[in-house]
């Protein structure tokens, strides 16, 4: 894997998913695991911290991008998530805009920053 780099995983609604794939994302690991996970109104929170979760187990995924209205959905399992790589993006949806207060990756960078100001 580290002669291709790595991957982008994406879970997300129907339109986030299909304009990734449609950007070339789609990849099926040597298990036939995919790296996207469309969320509908069927999927239940537990298959979305599941599949979010063996994201970021996988040595082939570099970044999780993530809807933000999704991410509300398993916010502790996005803050319980300490390390860099692979690195946790939101990212707006079509019906749902972006708001940086509820992006716990966001605030913890701000803060980092922000006692760095007072050294």
């Given at each position: 894997?580290?002669?291709?780099?790595?991957?982008?995983?994406?879970?997300?609604?129907?339109?986030?998913?299909?304009?990734?794939?449609?950007?070339?994302?789609?990849?099926?690991?040597?298990?036939?695991?995919?790296?996207?996970?469309?969320?509908?109104?069927?999927?239940?929170?537990?298959?979305?911290?599941?599949?979010?979760?063996?994201?970021?187990?996988?040595?082939?995924?570099?970044?999780?991008?993530?809807?933000?209205?999704?991410a509300e959905?398993?916010?502790?399992a996005i803050?319980?998530?300490?390390?860099s790589i692979?690195?946790?993006?939101?990212?707006?949806?079509?019906?749902?805009?972006?708001?940086?207060?509820?992006?716990?990756?966001?605030?913890?960078?701000?803060?980092?920053?922000?006692?760095?100001?007072?050294?």
């Amino acid at each position: 894997m580290s002669a291709r780099g790595k991957l982008i995983a994406v879970i997300g609604d129907e339109d986030t998913c299909t304009g990734f794939l449609l950007g070339g994302v789609g990849e099926l690991n040597k298990n036939r695991k995919p790296n996207f996970l469309v969320v509908e109104k069927e999927t239940s929170v537990a298959e979305i911290e599941e599949t979010f979760k063996s994201f970021l187990a996988r040595s082939d995924i570099g970044i999780v991008l993530i809807n933000q209205f999704i991410a509300e959905m398993i916010r502790h399992a996005i803050d319980g998530h300490l390390e860099s790589i692979p690195a946790v993006l939101e990212i707006p949806s079509k019906e749902h805009p972006y708001d940086a207060s509820k992006d716990s990756i966001l605030r913890r960078a701000r803060g980092m920053f922000c006692a760095e100001d007072f050294r």
